[in-house]
């Protein structure tokens, strides 16, 4: 748990409990606990937020409002197969081509995100900059500590962006064969440009992997079909799951 939001926000993590100690309320009491901790040396909080997918029991939405959703799109694919084929990879036909995506520096990602909202005010959910698991409003006070998450962050403009994303640096699965995870959070409703900026996050991270890559897309509950499509029928890619959700949570503390 740590404090965000200028100081008015709380984020909640997720615990893992041993599987034998599991059922027995390990994890509400340590919970609990932190939330007293941060109530008492942060006087100025005023919520908890946390994220969840969709598996949620009637105790936890009890507990907790549903503030936003996004949809989770799950794939898999070899980086070095794709990779030999990735620069003849042709775009959908569509009635005029998006200009190319923008890779942002980090002043324009502090207009286009953060800044009283950033341009995408209106397109974000809640107005909450979602990376991966962890919500953000969308404040200027919290540019520092995203900055130093050494994300990617693109748009198709940054006058009047209809969609945008960021992405995280690909990490390595802990256990099993060797197999990396690379995120993308994408927000707005431009399919096409969330297609040019998937293909231009896949082109950065991607060549040199010497393994598979599971590549999880959050993005808007409406784009989760025709952008499976793409990925399947032109990227060639595996669907490793179905449709999911992730939901942010709020609770007062």
């Not at 939330?35 to 009890?62: A, F, G, I």
């Not at 909450?128 to 919500?135: E, L």
């Not at 900026?197 to 598979?212: E, K």
């Amino acid at each position: 748990m740590f404090v965000v939001d200028d100081g008015e926000t709380a984020l909640l993590e997720g615990l893992r409990v041993a599987p034998w100690e599991r059922g027995r309320g390990v994890a509400g009491v340590l919970q609990r606990f932190c939330c007293q901790m941060v109530k008492h040396r942060y006087p100025s909080v005023r919520v908890v937020r946390l994220t969840r997918d969709d598996k949620l029991t009637p105790k936890e939405l009890n507990k907790y409002r549903v503030i936003a959703k996004q949809g989770i799109l799950l794939v898999r694919f070899n980086a070095p197969e794709f990779s030999s084929r990735l620069s003849s990879i042709p775009l959908p036909a569509g009635p005029s081509r998006p200009s190319p995506p923008i890779l942002l520096s980090p002043e324009e990602v502090h207009a286009v995100f953060l800044e009283r909202g950033g341009l995408l005010k209106d397109l974000l959910p809640h107005k909450t900059v979602i990376q991966d698991w962890q919500p953000f409003q969308a404040l200027p006070g919290n540019h520092d500590l995203l900055h130093r998450k050494s994300l990617r962050w693109m748009a198709d403009d940054n006058v009047r962006p209809r969609v945008a994303s960021l992405c995280t640096p690909p990490f390595p699965v802990p256990a099993g064969p060797l197999c990396f995870y690379l995120n993308i959070d994408v927000f707005g409703s431009g399919l096409r440009g969330a297609q040019e900026q998937l293909l231009s996050h896949l082109a950065a991270h991607v060549p040199g992997l010497p393994a598979d890559v599971k590549c999880q897309l959050f993005l808007p509950p409406t784009m989760w079909r025709p952008m499976a499509d793409f990925c399947t029928s032109v990227l060639g890619f595996q669907l490793e799951k179905g449709y999911t959700e992730q939901y942010l949570l709020e609770a007062d503390i």
